[in-house]
Each structure stands twice: as C-alpha cells, then as structure tokens.
C-alpha cells in the first residue's frame, strides 16, 4: 500500500500522520474549534509538513490551490496568498473582497494582473492601479484597452437579465396604447421550444403597469413570455401569468418578477432544476413558502420531497432518512444538511451519484477524518478544498506544502 501520490490508498496510520502534516499537529490533546466538530484530536498549529507521507505537488497540490479559491469560508489573507502562489481563477468570482482584487491588480506576477484585467470586475482606480503596475508596453497597452472597453460599457443603458438589447442606441419603445398594439401585431408566433429573451420594446414598458396588463392577455407566446421577465407587476397580472399553460412563462415569471405567487414558486421547483443565469431561483425567491412544506415528505416527487428539509420544523431524523432515499435529488438536498450524522454524511460523501457527493463533501460538518482523506485522494481534493470547515491555519498550510511539493 502506498502513500498518497495517487498511486494507492494510505491505510489508516498514514492517515492519521496525513492530518497531523496537514494541521502541523505534534500532539494529541483535544482542541475545539472551527474544522474539529467530531473531536478529533490535535494540539496546535506548526510549520511542520506532511510526516511520512509522499506529497504529489503535481495532482494534490494544484487541486488544492483550484479549491481553495472557491472555498467561501477563505479570508482575505488565504486568497491572497493563493494569488502569491500563482492561482487566479477564482478572480471570476463575483463575492470577492475588494481588498483581493487591489492585490491582484498590482501583483508582481504577470499571470495574476492579466487574470485580474480579464475578469472584467474592475473599478476604474484598479484599472489605473494595474496599468501603472503593468512595466511591459504591449501588455500595458492591452490593459488599457481593456480599460476603455470596461468604461464604454458602464456607460452604455443597463439591460436587464433575461431582456434583449434594443436594435440600436435611438430605438424608441412604443408610448400610446395605438402604438403598442402596432407593435404586439408584428410580434411573430413562435414555438413552445424557442429560446426565449423578452423583447427589448417590452422590457422598456415593464414599468408601466397598464401596458402590462394589456400584453399579459396576448395569445402570442413570445409577448407573455416578456411580460413575465418584469421585476414587479400587478397582483391581478401576476396571478393570470402563474396560471399560463407555458412553463417558461411561469418559469421566466419565477426567476425575475417579485410578485410571483408562492404556490407557483412551489410548483416551478417541482420541474426546475435552476440555471446560471438566475441562481437559487425559484428557491431563493423573496416569496417562496418555507412554512407548512413537511407534508412534501412523502411526496412522490423528489425535488418536492426535498423541500422539506427547508421547514423549520424538519427534523435531523427527517435529514437521515432523507440520506437513504433512493432518489439522487432528495439524497443530494439530505447531504447539504449540516445535521446529518457523520456516518450518513460519510456515506453521502462516497455516494455513486456526484451530485450528492459534491454537497457532502462541501458540507462543513463533514467528520475531520474523512475530509482528511478526500483532501489526500486526488480525485476528491478539489471539491474537498472548498469546504468551509477547513482551518485557516490548515489552508495557509496548505498553500506552503503545494509550494514545496511543485
């Protein structure tokens, strides 16, 4: 049996010795705190490395780094020393501190700063800041270029999600009722099947509650699909789009109106998987119910039987249960839940379904030992890195050993 270079699986002593090189243990006293919920015993934060293990800087290592970036329980200090270690890809994210992106921006390597411009999230002071850290012409240049094209969009009119942009800069949207009905005959029919954006004219009357009124009676498809991508409408409308034979209508209604009915909410979550566009959606809506669901725990329906789990009066018992059901969609919503038992989260974490695994092995109350063992398992250090419950001192550990290693 080998060590942990991919080569094999560590038995259980090189485990041990694996989270003491990890945490930079030497001893074994009981130490609580954040990542040793299940008591597993440690003394104290050293530099000392990995003990007796082999250390693939290669596999391990960058898996590591990749996760830590995303890991939403890093601080400041962790992301910018992964900066310092040459990883930047979690410069995309959109949660970062601001004080991340100034180290990125006048950071000596060349790989971070270019990241950083890419990125598109700079402020127009960090875009001066990196061009006059910038020495190299062609690369200074090329940030201000990049400069100029972030500042003539922030200039440009804001479209919202979802919303088509207007032909050209002088297009006009109807005014009078005259108008808009001139308008709504050229509208073409479309199939159920259309990949739908809300036209540009209507996204401009979303405000004007009469106009939509008027458009959300439309027999044509395409019309009550861009009156559901308004922020808010009337109750009357809102209520006559909830009840639309089109599922994208009462998706598009979901996703972006305010005024959604909660009983369409629950039934759009009944289907809908989510999308990158509007995350969280239906789910994270403002009034989506969160009361009244542990009827749903013995519906036949998955992704409504897991929504009981977001009633406060769901149970760690309803949690475990949930962790043996033989659909992945309810197991993955049970492996999110911080009160599962560590043999159902261990279980989950190893589940032949990835996306009951990933939830699990993000899960903070994840046992220590068996997210010791996903950070050494090439296959699993990526995701096991994103775990909010690992250490601060363990992650900057972390970062030191990769570097050694590479």
Known sequence: MTGISGKGFPSEGEFD????????????????????????????ISPAGLTGLEFDGTAIGRAWLS????????????????????????????????????????????????????????????????????????????????????????????????????????????????EIAAMAADVPDIPANHRTYAL????????????????????????????????????????????????????????SCDDAPPEMLLEVAGWWEGSLSFPGRPRSHPRFPRTGLLHLASDPNPRLRALALIDPAATAELADQFAHDPDPVTRAAAAADH????????????????SVRRPARLNPSLPTDTLVKLLLDPDSAREAARNPAIPVPVMHHMITLTAQGT
């Open 17 to 44: 010795r694996a989270w003491d090189g990890l945490t930079g243990v030497t001893g074994h006293a009981r130490l609580p705190g954040p990542g040793f919920n299940d008591g597993t015993p440690v003394e104290a």
């Open 67 to 178: 996760g830590l970036g995303f890991n939403r329980g890093a601080p400041v200090d962790v992301l910018v020393a992964l900066l310092d270690a040459g990883e930047a890809a979690f410069l995309w994210r959109e949660d970062l501190p601001a004080e991340v992106i100034d180290a990125a921006v006048v950071h000596e390597l060349r790989e971070v700063r270019a990241t950083a411009a890419e990125s598109g999230r700079l402020s127009p002071a960090q875009c001066e800041r990196l061009i006059a850290a910038t020495p190299e012409p062609r690369l200074r240049a090329l940030f201000a270029e990049l400069a100029e094209d972030a500042e003539a969009d922030r200039r440009r009119p804001r479209v919202r999600r979802g919303v088509a942009s207007a032909p050209h800069p002088d297009a006009t949207p109807p005014r009078t009722p005259a």
């Open 200 to 255: 540009w004219w209507i996204g401009a009357l979303h405000d004007d509650a009469d106009a939509m009124r008027r458009l959300a009676s439309s027999p044509k498809l395409l019309i009550r699909r861009s009156v559901a991508r308004a922020p808010r409408l009337p109750a009357d409308v809102a209520a006559l789009l909830a009840g639309d034979p089109d599922d994208t209508v009462r998706l598009f209604l979901a996703e």
């Open 339 to 354: 009160r599962l038992t560590p043999e159902s989260l261990r279980r989950l974490a190893a589940d032949p379904d990835h």
